[in-house]
């Protein structure tokens, strides 16, 4: 029999966990509750109860915090993106700007310079260039009576003179839908949930046409009599579609199939063209495999080109269908101006840039720099990071595809000549033991260290500090909304080594 818990009363919220729930004490012990707000005051549903901490859900509110704002989403509360669309801006900003001094001090046990104020993206709303939608034959359906945007409702109760309101909680808000014409679904899959997916009738986290695009396929799919994937039987003909879009307006869609079917399959795209036109490149995939990574799959172009142009500054960028590139373009540009300025590059240094991807970042500083070496695991981004030297008539990179540990060995070092500055950009698990040992190894004068995970990135510098000083920390917002952040470090080879 689960366990019951008595309702906690009156809990107040005071700050943000590092995975972007809000917390509270009571009695020695952590609280953290879901989308409430530091300064809001609420009875909480407790769901789980350990030793030290304790999870659950608001169920009534006392007071609402000064920081709240209301989200415009109606799918907020239930959708697992945008957590703190109900948190005033600048305040998202400073409790990212707390999150990466916390790992980097009270985890890493780092000394660090004074970290500058993160810099805030311009957009809050429709600032990301690529969103990724999954068909599902078993959608959660919301309740017709459920509040259309928030999980709390004021209390109508006349003789409750209380600034309160009730909560109805997610699970009341939410039934699942049978397995039927009304189950089928085209959007995110929900937190926790591998098989369902909640339908989206409008995202707030990529411009038009986006969402267009997104309500005409369902509407011609469910019109047609397609059938959507089904995750528990491994089933279905339409399986994801990816958008992509460029600051110029160039447009990508990304159908992925779970079958080959040719005249499902063409008249499908042939509908998509007919609807928007203008798409700079729609392609294909059909994958059989029992998960959704797209990235090994080969993608065919139908009628268009197979890449989009990504501009930045005065450099282009081919960006194709498995083609890695910051989904904030607008940030972007920030923040690589900060790298190279980071880097501190005469025009006689050599640069390793490590988690190349398209080379984005290699192309961008190699006009200060004598040869950027690029490495990168994936065999499509390499081959566009070499397009883009290409197009951009730069002639003093060179790109390697491999795993990063196999390939960053001293015969390559002697090969491609001992970088004077290591640039790295590794994905959210950090870089492993291997390559921080081979890189204080290297011992280049500087290291620039791209995060977007400032926990394994503090776990990473702790590895070097023996060698290296953090001289600048540079935070930046590139998702808002929620409680990722980027931060870019600047380490020093300190100058005892350098003497011994």
Request: include cysteine.
């Amino acid at each position: 029999m689960k366990r019951t818990f008595p309702p906690l009363e009156s809990l107040e919220i005071t700050g943000i966990s590092s995975d972007g729930k809000a917390v509270g004490r009571h009695d020695n012990k952590v609280i953290f509750v879901p989308f409430v707000v530091p300064g809001d005051v609420v009875d909480v549903r407790i769901t789980k109860s350990k030793r030290a901490f304790a999870e659950g859900v608001a169920i009534r509110f006392h007071r609402h915090s000064d920081k709240r704002t209301e989200p415009p989403c109606a799918h907020f509360g239930i959708c697992g993106g945008c957590k703190w669309q109900n948190m005033n801006y600048d305040e998202q900003c400073r409790y990212k700007q707390q999150q990466v001094e916390d790992n980097l001090v009270r985890i890493g046990h780092l000394d660090i310079p004074r970290i500058e104020p993160i810099i805030a993206s311009d957009k809050i709303f429709f600032y990301r260039n690529k969103l990724e939608y999954s068909f599902n034959n078993r959608r959660w359906l919301l309740n017709p009576q459920a509040p259309p945007s928030m999980l709390c409702e004021k209390n109508t109760d006349d003789t409750d003179n209380t600034d309160s309101h009730r909560c109805k909680e997610k699970d009341d808000n939410i039934a699942r839908s049978e397995r039927s014409e009304d189950g089928r679904g085209l959007g995110f899959h929900l937190p926790g949930l591998w098989d369902r997916i909640l339908d989206i009738e409008k995202c707030y986290l990529q411009e038009e046409p986006s969402n267009a695009i997104r309500l005409a396929l369902k509407s011609y799919a469910v019109a047609a009599g397609l059938t959507f994937y089904d995750q528990r039987k491994k089933e279905g003909f339409l399986r994801n579609v990816l958008i992509r879009n460029t600051v110029s307006s160039q447009w990508m869609v990304m159908m992925i199939f779970g079958y080959e079917d040719r005249m499902q399959r063409e008249t499908m795209l042939d509908f998509i063209l007919q609807q928007f036109p203008h798409l700079t490149s729609l392609v294909y995939a059909i994958n059989e495999k029992t998960n959704d990574i797209y990235s090994d799959l080969t993608f065919h172009a139908y009628k268009t080109q197979d890449y989009i142009v990504e501009e930045m500054g005065k450099l282009k960028f081919r960006v194709g269908p498995t083609s890695f590139y910051q989904t904030n373009h607008d940030q972007v540009l920030k923040l690589y101006n900060v790298v190279r300025d980071f880097a501190a590059l005469t025009g006689d240094e050599v640069v390793y840039d490590l988690y190349t991807g398209t080379g984005t970042i290699a192309n961008f500083v190699a006009d200060k720099a004598r040869k950027v070496v690029g490495i990168e695991y994936i065999e499509d981004a390499v081959k566009d990071a070499r397009i883009n030297s290409e197009w951009n008539n730069i002639t003093n990179t060179v790109f390697y595809a491999g795993d990063m540990a196999k390939v960053l060995t001293s015969d390559f070092v002697l090969h491609n000549d001992k970088p004077d500055v290591i640039i790295t950009d590794p994905p959210r698990a950090g870089m492993s033991d291997k390559v921080v040992e081979q890189i204080i190894k290297i011992r280049p004068a500087r290291i620039v260290y791209v995060s977007c995970n400032p926990a394994t990135q503090a776990r990473d510098l702790a590895l070097m500090k023996e060698f290296y000083n953090i001289t600048k920390l540079q935070p930046f917002d590139m998702f808002p909304h929620t409680h990722h952040v980027e931060n870019v470090a600047l380490l020093e080879e300190k100058t005892a080594v350098k003497e011994h």
